[in-house]
């Protein structure tokens, strides 16, 4: 339980915060349209702040941490499933889009990396915005396996039902989101595929 304390608050969080205060203004400021290059950080954000915050710590026991925290997790899960599939789906193209859109501008880019220095020096674990933007896929598979060992820690006791429940919506989310991003990618290579058979046609030389 402490090792998801400790990731959820000392480096999760603080990256999403660090999307949604630091990056999404940057690129707003540049003329670029957040909505497909962050797409549902500031709601993932919104919802960690509001349903799983730093008091979620304080208990009178670990059995009483735990069933609060599990608790908290059952009520985070369906708007979870909402926004990180969304999020999933949508993760690799925004990268690409960030990227392209730094590429296009050298005012751009120098802000992103003066952003990316800033937060290297306050000590955040992931700094980069590529990196950034690949924890929230990371965490979700990382929730299932965080959420056994809690299930295991209070094994036993009262706690023990509630953390059995939460470890059941987050292999649920997990799972979903996975298939979520699968389906996206493959569509996406069924596209690609499309596209290149009709620029064959295009281009092939009369017979």
């Not at 809690?150 to 706690?159: I, P």
Request: proline share 6%.
């Amino acid at each position: 339980m402490e090792e998801l304390f400790k990731t959820e608050f000392e480096s999760y969080q603080p990256g999403l915060c660090a999307l949604v205060e630091n990056f999404v203004p940057c690129f707003e400021r540049h003329g670029e349209d957040p909505s497909t290059l962050f797409p549902n950080i500031a709601a993932i954000k919104e919802l960690h702040s509001s349903l799983l915050p730093p008091s979620l710590q304080v208990g009178a026991s670990k059995e009483e941490a735990a069933s609060n925290l599990a608790s908290a997790f059952v009520k985070w899960a369906p708007a979870a499933r909402v926004f990180y599939a969304q999020f999933c789906k949508c993760q690799t193209s925004a990268v690409e889009k960030q990227l392209a859109a730094c590429a296009a501008s050298e005012a751009l880019a120098t802000d992103v990396a003066v952003i990316e220095q800033d937060l290297r020096g306050r000590g955040l674990r992931v700094w980069q915005l590529s990196g950034l933007m690949s924890t929230p896929f990371q965490r979700l598979l990382r929730y299932p396996l965080l959420f056994a060992e809690v299930a295991k820690e209070v094994q036993g006791s009262r706690a023990e039902e509630p953390a059995t429940a939460a470890l059941a919506a987050v292999q649920a989310l997990a799972r979903h989101c996975e298939e979520e991003r699968h389906r996206e990618e493959l569509r996406g290579a069924l596209v690609g595929c499309a596209l290149k058979r009709e620029l064959s046609k295009l281009i092939e030389p009369p017979r």
